[in-house]
């Protein structure tokens, strides 16, 4: 088991309303929250890409 997957044992055990009301709404929306979450890791190296063209534009003008 993952460590994330102990946590949120643990914080589920502890009965934390708000965690309770973030559990649901993570269940719902499970399918959507994987989907952005795929799309941003496949979209990291092109954002990694254009965050280091960026930097170095700016080293260049100074």
């Known amino acids: 088991m993952t460590k994330l997957a102990h946590w949120f044992r643990k914080v589920e055990e502890a009965d934390f309303k708000s965690f309770s009301i973030l559990r649901k709404t993570i269940m719902n929306h499970y399918k959507e929250i ?6 941003e890791a496949l979209m990291l190296p092109q954002n990694l890409s254009m965050l280091k063209l960026k930097t170095s534009e700016c080293n260049s003008e100074e």
């Open 34 to 39: 994987l989907a952005f979450l795929i799309k």
